[in-house]
């Protein structure tokens, strides 16, 4: 069974007195906790609800996951984001709670992106002030847990054995060995650059579309394009090297230039980019992208905007 957050599900939107800083579980307001649980649970929802080129999604599952293995993960990640406990261990009970209710890696990389934010979003002051204070505290404990995380995981394109592998026990704490794959790995860099990515690419390009009108799932697919225009997937570029990862961000591009989702000739573009990375082996799946877009969306729930 896994434990579900109901009673504020509807209302994921915290209101603007709600706490926001560095994280205490244990002193955050019962419905604050209840409220971020359930903006964690939304946010994964809403991703994969959204018709966005080359993941899973409510009409296209992969041969090893389904999107119903994705909503099933969305509901067990949200309870173990709020428990008391540092942010590695954080990630370690999110994905040992996704191992219960999905045989794939349904979520890693969002709760590497969420266990922080999370956190911030239980404490005082705004969101990414109390994001930057608890990345600066992260550990070697955190580190460990995190490693261990990842290898439960199956974390896809980790063949080759690098600096800090997760492989090996960690020497450093986890936000010094995220600085150390920050060039290979996006969400590794969101650590180092208190979510650049998210905050300054995710959530304007979702706040613009909700702005302009959009419904949220094709904000969400606008959103999506305009964070795989402006960085490469990482995901991508591990499984099937740098140059597929550009050439996808460069299609993106192409495909918000032609109209995007505001457009019948942007739509139509839309289409055939879905489905050139749609392969047997999903290997240019943007992954790493889908779970960027899963952070901006907690942070606008957080903040109000959706």
């Not at 949200?78 to 009970?93: K, M």
């Not at 960690?170 to 969101?190: Q, T, V, Y």
């Not at 573009?269 to 392969?279: H, M, V």
Request: hydrophobic share 50%; glycine share 8%; charged share 20%.
């Amino acid at each position: 069974m896994v434990d579900v957050v109901p009673e504020d599900y509807g209302s994921a939107t915290l209101a603007s007195g709600a706490s926001k800083g560095q994280a205490d579980p244990a002193r955050a307001p019962d419905a604050t906790v209840r409220s971020v649980a359930a903006a964690a649970q939304l946010a994964c929802v809403l991703e994969v609800s959204s018709e966005k080129p080359g993941n899973v999604t409510p009409s296209h599952d992969f041969h090893d996951m389904t999107y119903e293995d994705m909503v099933r993960s969305a509901i067990a990640l949200g309870p173990e984001l709020v428990r008391e406990c540092g942010v590695g261990e954080t990630v370690l009970a999110v994905v040992r709670a996704t191992r219960r209710v999905a045989t794939a890696n349904t979520n890693l990389g969002i709760a590497l992106l969420l266990a922080p934010l999370a956190k911030a979003a239980l404490g005082a002051g705004p969101l990414r002030e109390g994001l930057a204070a608890t990345l600066r505290a992260l550990d070697v404990a955190d580190a460990r847990h995190a490693y261990a995380a990842i290898r439960l995981a199956g974390a896809g394109g980790l063949r080759e054995r690098v600096e800090h592998d997760v492989r090996s026990e960690p020497a450093i704490g986890l936000r010094d060995a995220m600085a150390a794959a920050a060039e290979r790995d996006s969400i590794a860099s969101e650590y180092v650059t208190d979510y650049a990515l998210t905050f300054e690419t995710g959530v304007p390009a979702l706040a613009a579309a909700l702005g302009d009108g959009l419904g949220a799932r094709e904000a969400i697919v606008e959103a999506h394009l305009r964070l795989l225009a402006a960085a490469p997937d990482t995901l991508i570029a591990r499984k099937r090297g740098a140059d597929a990862a550009a050439q996808v961000s460069a299609r993106a591009r192409e495909v918000l230039a032609a109209g995007g989702v505001r457009s019948a000739a942007g739509r139509e573009a839309l289409q055939r980019f879905d489905a050139s990375l749609r392969s047997p082996d999903n290997a240019l799946n943007p992954g790493t992208t889908a779970d960027l877009v899963t952070a901006a969306i907690f942070v606008a729930l957080v903040e109000g905007m959706v």
